[in-house]
Antibody, heavy 119, light 106 residues
Framework: QVQLVQSGAEVKKPGSSVKVSCKASGGTFSSYTISWVRQAPGQGLEWMGRIIPILGIANYAQKFQGRVTITADKSTSTAYMELSSLRSEDTAVYYC????????????WGQGTMVTVSS | EIVLTQSPATLSLSPGERATLSCRASQSVSSYLAWYQQKPGQAPRLLIYDASNRATGIPARFSGSGSGTDFTLTISSLEPEDFAVYYCQQRSNLITFGPGTKVDIK
């Protein structure tokens, strides 16, 4: 059973960047995709993008194009999501998620990382 | 981008009642639709994938139906632990989530 463990909470200034990690264990890292989903306080789920570690190919939601970069390090089974030009509206819990079976149906989730953007 | 709309926004029901949640897509997503349950402070949990397939460990009271643009999640008889927010998600063209339906206790 794959498990995803994320890095800890972050507090950032507007205009800066944040990089959140997601370490996978218990499976073959390169064989599945890792997506990033965020949730602002009291709001719904928002998909940001995904990476296929075995190919190193990432896809992004149009809303985040140019501002988010998703990468993966196969040697450490870790995926990363970096969001730049942070603003207060980026305050949210950021989750990594992965399908164990059906592609892009997420049955495995990280514990979430709270990112607070505040001056 | 495919937009998902969920209705109602809130559903107030009593334990034992039947819950019917709707999800509509702005264009056909074939059967590439999933449903999730989320409780406060927790990550979402996959309930249904590809419109009608229950995920591992999901009770039989949860069922999904539909194809194309119109989908339904049915909870046949609400248990106390089912009061939560439910999201639909499509994977036909990249990935988008619906805004959610909150099922609360009447």
């Amino acid at each position: 059973q794959v498990q995803l463990v994320q890095s800890g909470a972050e507090v950032k200034k507007p205009g800066s960047s944040v990089k959140v990690s997601c370490k996978a264990s218990g499976g073959t890292f390169s064989s599945y995709t890792i997506s990033w989903v965020r949730q602002a306080p009291g709001q719904g789920l928002e998909w940001m993008g995904r990476i296929i570690p075995i190919l190193g190919i990432a896809n992004y939601a149009q809303k985040f194009q140019g501002r988010v970069t998703i990468t993966a390090d196969k040697s450490t089974s870790t995926a990363y999501m970096e969001l730049s030009s942070l603003r207060s509206e980026d305050t949210a819990v950021y989750y990594c998620a992965s399908p164990e079976g059906t592609p892009d149906s997420f049955d495995i989730w990280g514990q979430g990382t709270m990112v607070t953007v505040s001056s | 981008e495919i937009v998902l709309t969920q209705s109602p926004a809130t559903l107030s029901l009593s334990p034992g009642e039947r819950a019917t949640l709707s999800c509509r897509a702005s264009q056909s997503v074939s059967s590439y639709l999933a449903w999730y349950q989320q409780k406060p402070g927790q990550a979402p949990r996959l309930l249904i994938y590809d419109a009608s397939n229950r995920a591992t460990g999901i009770p039989a009271r949860f069922s999904g139906s539909g194809s194309g643009t119109d989908f339904t999640l049915t909870i046949s008889s609400l248990e106390p632990e089912d009061f939560a927010v439910y999201y639909c998600q499509q994977r036909s063209n990249l990935i988008t989530f619906g805004p959610g339906t909150k099922v609360d206790i009447k």
